[in-house]
């Protein structure tokens, strides 16, 4: 098994949501570096809510579906606050993945990660587990969000305001 330790030095805003990875199959994995690589930065990415430099590398597919202004408004609506102190790899696997629900399923290479995100609302911190699909697309890795995910920007989610609770007052 691959571990992977990261410890962040400095206050991270996290906001964990679970990805995944994928594309169409390219040349070798060799040649485009580690997925488990490319993957942990993706999710250091998004653990700084820094979601426009992730979005570079979302799949194409996904893109048309959430572009750039919606996927940072968003994703930008419900950080989680606190900081990244840890990532492990516990476990890396192949295992195929759809993009979007209308294309056929793609090879990919399925790494499941352990957060741990710590902050003022949980000083001791919260273990979060995700799985993340990597897949290369060209020469490059591209990821994707899982269909849940994906699913809220086909409902427009980052392209009209947040609904409001019944009873809300403006």
């Known amino acids: ?15 964990a949501t679970a990805i995944a990875c994928t594309g169409a199959p390219a040349p070798t994995e060799q040649s485009a ?16 809510n820094r979601y426009a430099e992730a979005w570079v590398s979302l799949n194409p597919s ?10 940072v408004a968003c994703e930008g609506q419900r950080p989680i606050p606190g900081r990244l102190t840890s990532l492990r790899i516990l476990r ?10 209308e294309q056929a399923p793609v ?5 499941t990660f352990a957060l741990r995100i710590a902050g003022t609302p949980a000083p ?6 995700l799985t993340a699909h990597a897949v290369l697309a060209g020469a490059q890795w591209t990821w994707i969000m899982p269909p849940a995910r994906l ?20």
Do not use: K
């Open 1 to 15: 098994m691959q571990r992977l330790r990261l410890t962040l030095i400095g206050p991270v805003a996290v906001a």
């Open 62 to 71: 996904q893109q048309l579906t959430a572009p750039l202004p919606a996927y």
């Open 33 to 48: 570096g580690a997925p488990t690589v490319f993957l942990a930065h993706i999710v250091q990415l998004l653990a700084a």
């Open 107 to 111: 090879a990919s290479t399925a790494v």
């Open 124 to 129: 001791q911190g919260v273990r979060v587990v």
């Open 151 to 170: 699913q809220l920007y086909r409902r427009g989610c980052g392209t009209a305001p947040p609904l409001q609770p019944r009873g809300a007052v403006l």
């Open 92 to 101: 890396v696997r192949h295992e195929p993945v759809r993009v979007v629900p």
